[in-house]
């Protein structure tokens, strides 16, 4: 077993492969969720469907039972409110269930791991699949959770060098969107991603250390990129799968090359040098990221750069990370949970 995939060769548990839903894609934002979440999708077996993120979401929303009990008790009944905000809730359509799955989904189950159990069911067999996953990347940090409740599923969170995911980070996010809807971004914007990647990252390791090692695999995605098929292979064998070449060929008839598209909106290939920090980072936002992220840089196993940090990057560290202390999980997340 190579570096790019830590995970221990398992067989299928009771609920076996065809449980729904059964992989979860985790990771920070910009990590490349999307890149591996298509592959996988062109397995012939896999259905992973993209960004619906309203399992975690819905609980928040409507139950109001502490999230640790939850955790502990695994499930939880099926009530109206329930179905209606899954329903409704905006990206649930990515689904791309219809009203009628829906409502016959509800009908068949008395509790929610029944009734989520279900929608993946209809939308693996909508795709002429046999297997159900989501790619979700903020469920990082819910993989407690989701294990609570689907504790058969198997969680791949794939992880990136920090420094790379803030070059994509200051491109992507604005005042509605990521880590720009928090208040530092309009001064401090690498501040905040150094933050913000520490604190999934770190998340989505400790969460899925907390079950069993046959379920939590990490997947670096520099491996990914540069040597797709060893990495493909690695995943597969975690997922129990038999390895398909077909997921390498995941960008073929969708590539778009009209200038200005992202590599995400262009559909391109596995593409390493995309972001490189080394060639493409300001001197300050380099030393400020690694003042803040440079031990989880060193735990993920990326070399630091700076040897030094300068006594005024470390001030601003520090007032970064006092405005950081100040906020609360939710408010990290960026979302209200009513």
């Not at 689907?150 to 880590?179: N, Q, T, Y």
């Not at 695999?217 to 797709?228: D, G, H, Q, R, T």
Request: hydrophobic letters at 35%.
């Amino acid at each position: 077993m190579t570096a790019s995939v830590k995970a221990q060769k398992t067989t299928p548990g009771t609920r076996g492969p065809h449980a729904h839903p059964y992989v979860f894609v985790v990771g920070c934002p910009r990590s490349g969720t999307t890149l591996l979440q298509r592959m996988l999708n062109h397995h012939p077996q896999l259905a992973v469907s993209n960004d619906t993120h309203f399992i975690t979401r819905c609980i928040e929303k409507s139950v109001s039972r502490p999230m640790d009990d939850i955790i502990r008790g695994g499930d939880l009944p099926l009530s109206r409110e329930l179905v209606e905000t899954v329903q409704t809730y905006h990206r649930f359509t990515r689904l791309g269930l219809t009203s009628d799955m829906v409502t016959q989904s509800a009908r068949e189950s008395r509790t929610y791991r029944e009734f989520v159990s279900a929608l993946y069911e209809r939308f693996c067999q909508m795709h002429g699949k046999s297997i159900s996953g989501e790619k979700t990347p903020d469920y990082s940090r819910h993989v407690r959770l989701l294990h609570g409740l689907f504790p058969w599923a198997r969680f791949l969170h794939l992880i990136r060098d920090g420094r790379d995911v803030a070059l994509s980070a200051l491109d992507w996010a604005h005042e509605k969107k990521g880590p720009g809807r928090m208040q530092l971004w309009k001064s401090e914007p690498v501040g905040v991603c150094a933050l913000w990647w520490s604190w999934l990252v770190s998340a989505g390791r400790e969460q899925g250390q907390q079950i069993e090692s046959s379920l939590y695999s990490e997947v670096k995605y520099e491996s990914l990129v540069s040597s797709p098929h060893r990495t493909l292979a690695e995943v597969t064998r975690f997922l129990c799968l038999p390895f398909a070449a077909d997921m390498l060929l995941y960008f073929q008839g969708k590539r778009n090359k009209s200038c200005g598209k992202s590599a995400k909106s262009a559909w391109l290939p596995p593409t390493s040098g995309l972001r490189d920090w080394r060639t493409q980072m300001r001197e300050r936002d380099l030393e400020l990221f690694e003042a803040l992220g440079g031990d989880k840089l060193s735990a993920f196993g990326y070399p630091r750069a700076v040897c030094k940090i300068s006594p005024h990057i470390e001030s601003v560290a520090e007032t970064c990370r006092q405005w950081w202390r100040a906020r609360g999980p939710i408010a990290k997340s960026g979302h209200k949970t009513r």
